[in-house]
Structure formats: structure tokens, C-alpha cells
């Protein structure tokens, strides 16, 4: 049987409609989609979940899952040359430049807010390396229950074999939105980067980058999570969505067009809020397999440890099913606590911004004669692939 259920194995239009449930959106041309319910892990309708598809940039979610965690926001990288090679041609950038100074959560910045290949490479030579990062992201995939991805660059960017599904990436951006930090990376719209260094003052300067997230503040109670284009994949989107204390996550895969995947998931979100309490799940999402190792509240407590946070984790659908119907309360308070901690965090991380960007300001105004910085004013940097 399909990781979820049987009905997500099957090919075409999965849909389990009750009386007074709204139509699904005509005209989709997504290859492959999925609308699940963020909370619960139901999914509400699919079509072709487990489709097999390049995912470009919409892997940079598991990258994030698998490194996020482990090194703190504040930590200060100075980045080699040798961590900028290898990068694919084509490749978004952030705009990294070697032998300067980077903060942790500068180089995620980088990595959601400008797709980043840089950052990620960064971020993955820190992390012990390419090879190593792909071969954890790979375990975390695994531990995820995503069994179609197969793991060969941290970036997304096009290699042969690199493939994931519609049901795959919704996994992802469902374990990666149990992170606060994952969810305030992916819901800010814009923020200061570091730039080149002034060799007569020694000053650093900046520059701003902004989300290259279409529906990120058009679309109402959106709050991230990640886009993706290469060439060869088309475009590529998983959405979460918050709407009356419900909240949604929406996968599309390519579409027949670069626009259509953002166009597409707004309209399989509103079907999703319109088709609350009319719809029966044709499938479920997977929990972590990993979370089922973490000490039980009562043994961590015994331990000195502290309880872990995390959803309890089911493998198998149908128990799955049980856990849903028994604690879909529990879920819920808890999306809604993580939700408005993105609001919080977020506004956290601007305030430090804006008031760096004063420090900044002053010192500019002390010392007038800053060079323009060696990358470019804001959307210099030319973004083919994300």
C-alpha cells in the first residue's frame, strides 16, 4: 500500500466529496497536487500524489529540516572560498562573497527569502560537507516516510535522478513548520543581507533581498512556505495557509506555466477552506518515524530531559487514523500556538533588523565615503533557477 493510503497510490483525482461539498478548481494543470489539512494530516484531495517529479528549489525545505537544527542563529561563519565551488550554472544566489563574515541566520535568509544556492552550500560545508549533508537529508527523508525522494544535491538545483512527489514535499514543509525558526525564515517578506566590506573604513554594508514567494502577502493567511523553478522542473510550490483556525498546506508541481503553480495553489487553498466539514480524507500524511525514539513526557521528565513538543509520531495509516480521530483537538491548539509564534518571531527578527540597519545608518553618516557594495544594488543578481 501507498505511504498515506491506498486511494494516494492510485493515479488521477483522489476526492471523497459529502453533501454540499464545493467542486475542485477547474482547469488545474499541475502535473501532480495535494491539499492536506496541516493539523490533522488528512489529505483532503490529491492527484497524482506520489508522482515521481524534479522538485527544484521546494527541496530546500528538507535541506532546512535536516541542518536547521543544528546550529544557533547567532553563530558567526567566516566562508571560504572553496565553500562557494561547485555551484550549478544558472544558479540563484543570495550573493555571497568569500573570506567575509556571515551570521547563521543571515545564511537562511539567504536560503528562503532568495533561494540561495550559496547560502545552501554554505550552510551544507558547515555542516560536514556536500556529500555528507545529501546522505543526512536522504536518512531524514527516510525518517519521514518520504519514499519518493531521492536525495543528490542539497540545493534542488537539476541533477539526474533528484526526484521527490507532491505527497513527499508536503511532508517536509509540515515537519519544517514545527520549527520556529523554520517558520519565520519562510514567512518574512524582505530583509537585509550583508554586503561587501569597505577596505578604506572597514565598514560593512548591506543590501535588501526580498521573498521570491508570489503568494506571500497577496494571498490572505498565507504563511510560507517555499517556491522552486529549474528548467527542466518547471515550477514547483508547497503553500501553508491559515484561515478561521483552520490551516492548510497545498502542494503543485509543475504546471503548465511559471505563474500557474502560484495561481493554482490559491485556488486549491480556497477550495480547501470552502470544503471544511464536507469532505472525507482520501488519505493521510505520514508522521516522523524519528519522533517515535524521543522519550515519552513521563521517561523524559524521569531522565532530567524535557518533554518533546512534536505530534506523536504513527507509521501505519490506519493507526494513524486513530491517533487523528482521538487527538485532532490537541493538533490543532498546537498549529494554532505554532501559528502565532511565526507572528511573534517574525517581528522579533525585523525589529533586530531595522535596528541593525540604524547602527548601520549612523555609522554611514559618520564615515560618508562607502564604496558601492561589490554585489549590486537590489535585484542585481541575476535569479534563473530557484
Known amino acids: 500500500m501507498a505511504v498515506g493510503g491506498q486511494r494516494l497510490g492510485q493515479a488521477g483525482v483522489q476526492v471523497a466529496p459529502l453533501a454540499g461539498a464545493p467542486a475542485l478548481p477547474t482547469g488545474l494543470t499541475g502535473q501532480s497536487w495535494l491539499v492536506a489539512d496541516a493539523a490533522t494530516g488528512e489529505v483532503l484531495a490529491a492527484y497524482n500524489a506520489h508522482l515521481k517529479l524534479p522538485p527544484a528549489s521546494t527541496l530546500k525545505m528538507l535541506f532546512a529540516d535536516t541542518v536547521l537544527p ?3 542563529r547567532a553563530t558567526v561563519h567566516h566562508v571560504a572560498p572553496a565553500e562557494l565551488t ?5 544558479s540563484s544566489l543570495v550573493g555571497i562573497k568569500e ?3 556571515y551570521r547563521v541566520e543571515d545564511l537562511w535568509r539567504g536560503v528562503f527569502l532568495s533561494s540561495g544556492n550559496d547560502a545552501v552550500h554554505v550552510l551544507a560545508h558547515m555542516n560536514g560537507g556536500i556529500e555528507q549533508t545529501v546522505a543526512q537529508m536522504q536518512a531524514r527523508a527516510d525518517s519521514l516516510q518520504a519514499r519518493d525522494t531521492h536525495v543528490v544535491s542539497p540545493d534542488g538545483y537539476d541533477t539526474d535522478g533528484q526526484v521527490s ?3 513527499d514535499l508536503t511532508l517536509f514543509a ?3 513548520m514545527r520549527n520556529a525558526d523554520f517558520r519565520a525564515y519562510c514567512g518574512t517578506r524582505d530583509a537585509q543581507f550583508p554586503g561587501a566590506l569597505d577596505k578604506a573604513t572597514g565598514q560593512r554594508s548591506s543590501f535588501g533581498i526580498a521573498n521570491t514567494d508570489r503568494l506571500l502577502g497577496s494571498y490572505p493567511g498565507l504563511i510560507g512556505v517555499k517556491n522552486g523553478y529549474t528548467t527542466n522542473a518547471g515550477s514547483t510550490f508547497t503553500g501553508a495557509a491559515v484561515r478561521n483556525g483552520r490551516s492548510l498546506l497545498v502542494t503543485v508541481m509543475h504546471p503548465d506555466s511559471y505563474m ?3 495561481e493554482e495553489t490559491a485556488a486549491l487553498l480556497d477550495w480547501g477552506f470552502a470544503a471544511a466539514g464536507h469532505i472525507q480524507a482520501v488519505g493521510l500524511l505520514a508522521e516522523d518515524t524519528a519522533a517515535a525514539a524521543t522519550p515519552a513526557p513521563a521517561a523524559a521528565a524521569a531522565g532530567g530531559g524535557k518533554p518533546s513538543p512534536a505530534v506523536p509520531a504513527v507509521a501505519h495509516p490506519a493507526a494513524a487514523q486513530a491517533a487523528v480521530e482521538g487527538s485532532s483537538t490537541g493538533a490543532m491548539a498546537w498549529w494554532g500556538t505554532a ?3 511565526v507572528a511573534l518571531l517574525a517581528a522579533g527578527l525585523r525589529l533586530r533588523a531595522r535596528r541593525r540597519q540604524r547602527r548601520r545608518q549612523r555609522r554611514r553618516r559618520a564615515v560618508p565615503a562607502l564604496s558601492v557594495p561589490e554585489n549590486g544594488p537590489v535585484g542585481a543578481t541575476a ?3 530557484r
Open 86 to 90: 561547485g555551484l550549478g550554472q544558472g
Open 339 to 341: 501559528v502565532a509564534g
Open 70 to 72: 543544528k546550529f544557533d
Open 165 to 167: 512527489s507532491a505527497y
Open 99 to 101: 573570506d567575509l563574515d
Open 383 to 385: 535569479v534563473r533557477r
Open 174 to 176: 509540515r515537519a519544517g
Open 260 to 262: 500557474k503553480v502560484y
